[in-house]
């Protein structure tokens, strides 16, 4: 992959819409849904459909969906919670009573109802323009004809495949992803006919087919057949839910995402903290990231802190009250940021454990100035594994972030929503009425890090939002499902004299390749106020991914 040291990353620019994506054919039927005059929600959707396509590794209509939503004419942000629910057949008490001490990754067990495209139809209901056709047709036509198989799907099934054993709800997987029991070769042509069925079926029925309909039969039944508790009365039941977007003003820069069961407060609550702490002096920031390893080494101890009170607070609204304005309060920032050493890295923080991630993040902006943050997810590359060949829906693993001890949090109940590492964003300038940027990043646990080294990088150092996006990721996660924080993670070429300094703190770097594998993220700016006021867009897809920006 590209070293962002070695070749500087650029935004492309436009001035009636964009479309940032991890795949490009997504971004591609993205930007054709602007220019045929849709609304960004349109184009999101379409694709988001895409990407369920070409990028199955990343996200699917089995999977869970986080939007925040700018509606220009309204002038207001909202969001809107496509995540899902445990279904009803399922308790920590019944797992526990046959011998589980945690959640499985893969397998029935860890799929929630998926909450992705009853969220398409509640988001399309209130702002779509033109029809689920039009929408979907995209995704349709490359499932049905096909696409090219490239590099990173190719690993990812294979990857897959490695992983999931021999149980029998194994075989719908390697029937629809390894059908000639062999790898794909870059470049050979995938169709999936019956993934293209079911996606027809929502084009011409209805989204809410899904969970209402025939086709909610037809899930059902695979999902029972995989050995599931899942009824079409657990579809039948499941609903998006419409909410106030969180929002934190870092050094005068309004930074909004989605409250709990998202990971997004935890975003905040860093930002919180090192808001009451001054980059040092004469450091900077580059292609390389920050010139001094002082500034790193705080949000990384930061993170720490904040891993302890993810676990100790991130659940499901709707089960637990969850102290939102405490975790975001001044009192509460000014107490970790207490806690931080700045001249040593804490050797045992508290332990905590690793949510299941495996997301794809895209952005749109339309001609009117209407901006979509959506992140989108089924989590674990392919999730559970688990694929029907009937209706071609792989389904997503988020039930694995779930705990099985009673007293816990986020412990699995009947209804429930897990706690979630997905946080789509969206930044204001001070004063600003609308978005300046539409931001977010694939990454599991590292996905609030990720989004503050963005934001940092931008309103710190002054950055630009190609720069901003390509630097090297710097990040802290547990060292092993239930461990201390320790692991510190480092892509790309750093300025001269951080990595030393680094360790010099205290920090054990472990080095990945500039791959992803410290998340995909891309931002849309809307340059003098985008295009509702006649200014322009300019858009970055992460370098590290597949994807390209789309412009017009």
């Given amino acids: 992959m590209r070293n962002p040291a070695l070749v500087p990353a650029r935004a492309i620019r436009g001035a009636r819409g964009a479309v940032v994506a991890p795949h490009h054919l997504a971004s591609a039927a993205g930007l054709a849904v602007l220019a045929a005059g849709g609304h960004a929600v349109d184009a999101a959707i379409a694709t988001n459909a895409v990407l369920g396509v070409v990028m199955p590794n990343g996200c699917g ?8 939503v700018w509606d220009e004419a309204a002038g207001e942000q909202v969001a809107l919670n496509g995540s899902g629910r445990a279904p009803a057949g ?106 293209a069925g079911t996606l027809r079926t929502l084009a011409d029925r209805g989204f809410d087919e899904y969970y209402d309909g025939d086709l909610a039969d037809r ?59 001054e980059p040092p002096p004469g450091a900077s920031f580059d292609g390389r990231g920050w010139s001094n390893p002082a500034w790193p080494h705080l949000w990384l101890e930061a993170a720490k802190l904040v891993y302890a009170d993810r676990d100790a607070h991130l659940a499901d609204p709707a089960f637990r009250d969850i102290a939102v304005d405490w975790l975001l309060s001044a009192e509460h920032a000014r107490e970790l940021a207490g806690r931080l050493d700045p001249g040593r890295a804490d050797p ?50 988020r039930g694995a972030s779930f705990s099985l001890e009673a007293a816990h949090p986020n412990v699995l109940e009947p209804g429930r929503r897990t706690a979630h590492t997905l946080l789509p964003g969206m930044l204001f300038r001070e004063g600003g009425v609308r978005p300046w940027i539409v931001a977010g990043s694939m990454g599991g646990d590292i996905q609030p890090q990720i989004h503050v080294q963005l934001v940092s990088a931008l309103v710190d150092g002054g950055a630009d939002i190609a720069t901003a996006v390509a630097a090297p990721r710097i990040t802290v996660e547990p060292d092993g499902w239930l461990a201390p924080p320790t692991r510190v993670l480092v892509d790309g070429e750093l300025a001269d004299g951080v990595e030393a300094g680094l360790r010099a703190l205290g920090h054990g770097i472990n080095r990945i390749g500039f791959d992803g594998g410290l998340g995909h993220e891309h931002a849309i700016e809307l340059v003098d106020g985008g295009p509702a006021v006649g200014g322009t867009l300019a858009a970055i897809a992460d370098p590290r991914s597949a994807g390209l920006a789309a412009v017009r």
């Avoid at 209509?61 to 925040?68: N, P, R, T, Y």
């Avoid at 495996?358 to 594994?385: E, H, K, M, P, R």
């Fill in 61 to 68: 209509i089995g999977g869970d969906a986080f939007w925040l």
């Fill in 90 to 195: 399922i308790s920590a008490s019944a797992l526990r009573a046959a011998g589980l001490t945690r959640m499985p990754l893969r397998g029935p067990l860890p799929i929630t109802i998926p909450g992705a495209v009853r969220s398409w139809s509640d988001a399309h209901r209130r702002w779509g323009r033109l029809s689920r056709s039009a929408v979907l047709a995209a995704a349709i036509e490359h499932a049905d004809a096909g696409f090219p198989a490239w590099d990173g799907l190719v690993e990812a099934v294979e990857g897959t495949n490695a992983s999931i054993g021999t149980e029998p709800w194994t075989a719908g997987f390697r029937q629809v992803w390894r059908p000639n029991g062999q790898p794909w070769r870059p470049g050979e042509v995938i169709r999936l006919p019956a993934l």
């Fill in 219 to 277: 899930i059902a039944a695979g999902l029972a057949k995989a050995g599931g508790t899942h009824t079409a009365a657990d579809l039948h039941a499941h609903h998006s839910d419409w909410t106030t977007p969180l929002a934190t003003t870092y050094r005068g820069v309004r930074v909004t995402t989605h409250p709990p069961n998202s990971s997004g407060v935890l975003a905040l609550e860093i930002l919180n903290v090192l808001a009451q702490m």
């Fill in 348 to 397: 045992s923080p508290t332990p905590v454990r690793t949510l299941v991630g495996g997301t794809i993040y895209l952005a749109v902006v339309d001609a009117q100035g209407n901006a979509v943050s959506l992140i989108q997810s089924n989590a674990a590359g392919f999730g559970s594994g688990v694929v029907d060949p009937v209706t071609g829906i792989h389904y997503q693993d």
